[in-house]
């Protein structure tokens, strides 16, 4: 805070004194004497005040007495927070009225102060401020106050892809955390906000996304779409080559499976599984074979699963379909 003490005299007549140009927040310190007709200091008959106009507007701001000030006669002083709150504005003047009576003499006392303006872009010339005007690191965060730049500040499309250089943007321009969940909007990203084609292959890291990143359930039927088809599948690894291997030598020589259960006859359209399994049972269960009359029985040997119809002429031999018993 900028901070300023001013002795002043206080006569019978009055006397404009200008007191400086101040931000707003400083602090403003005045201080007045009062003397006789002589010249001699004299206290004051009653109080010292105080008053701050804007401008030319008759109403105070400001309404204060002055304190007497380390018990020096005829020394007064008055501290002045120039807050926004109090009543100032960047850009504008106040005058000072202070008033007192002494020896039986009445004084008015006034001075002017003004409360600098804000940076006015528009009377700004054209590359007053460049690069190579300012400092290395002259402005920084600690320069800029808290919620200073907000969308309000920024007009629209003023930031788009033709005001960013090429490669300003990476990894290393954003602090660890600085980019979270919280930070971003509901739904400020979307479909429109990206471009298309502007993720791609080349736009991901090696290994960028992995099951570690994907959320149990976050891929589902639901968030696909209907028409999204998976037409090839390329795989351009080694080591998914060697893992897909492994994965199906696994199926056919490592994992077991358990004997399907239900009765009947082999469906007209089997899967792959069905018809091994069908193979499987009647290779392995026990069966009862007549003359006209092929059953399998079920692994418990306690009922039929299915069997076939056997016939000869004495000439040919046959065995129909097997069917439900």
């Not at 479909?191 to 959320?215: H, K, Q």
């Not at 009765?263 to 003359?291: C, D, Q, W």
């Not at 009359?293 to 076939?308: C, E, K, T, Y």
Request: aromatic residues 6%.
């Amino acid at each position: 805070m900028k901070r300023l003490i001013l002795l002043l005299c206080l006569c019978s007549f009055a006397q404009a004194d200008y007191l400086g140009s101040w931000k707003i927040d400083d602090f403003l310190t005045i201080m007045e004497t009062l003397h006789d007709t002589s010249g001699d200091a004299v206290a004051a008959t009653g109080a010292v005040d105080l008053w701050i106009y804007e401008d030319v507007t008759a109403a105070q701001i400001i309404d204060e007495e002055m304190a007497a000030f380390d018990g020096i006669t005829g020394l007064y002083e008055e501290r002045v927070e120039l807050t926004a709150v109090a009543g100032f504005e960047a850009a504008k003047t106040y005058t000072v009225l202070i008033q007192a009576t002494a020896d039986g003499v009445s004084g008015i006392q006034t001075h002017t102060f003004q409360i600098l303006a804000s940076t006015d872009t528009q009377s700004m010339k054209a590359d007053v401020i460049t690069s190579t005007v300012m400092a290395t690191d002259s402005v920084g965060a600690d320069e800029i106050a808290a919620n200073a730049i907000g969308a309000s500040e920024i007009a629209d499309n003023a930031i788009d892809a033709g005001a960013v250089a090429d490669a300003t943007i990476d990894a290393a321009t954003y602090a660890a955390g600085a980019i979270t969940a919280s930070a971003i909007a509901t739904d400020a990203i979307g479909a429109a906000e990206i471009a298309a084609s502007a993720i791609g292959a080349s736009e991901l890291a090696a290994n960028a996304i992995t099951s570690s990143e994907i959320a149990d359930g976050a891929i589902t039927d639901a968030k696909v779409a209907n028409d999204v088809q998976v037409d090839v599948l390329t795989i351009e690894t080694v080591d998914a080559t060697d893992q897909i291997n492994t994965e199906v030598l696994d199926v056919l020589a490592v994992d077991t499976y358990a004997e399907a259960g239900a009765t009947g006859a082999p469906p007209t359209a089997p899967t792959l599984a069905e018809i091994l399994n069908y193979m499987y049972r009647k290779l392995f269960h026990e069966r009862h074979v007549t003359s006209t009359l092929d059953v399998i029985r079920n692994f418990a040997d306690d009922g039929d699963l299915f069997d076939a119809v056997l016939s000869d002429d004495g000439t040919t031999f046959i065995q129909e379909k097997y069917a439900t018993p």
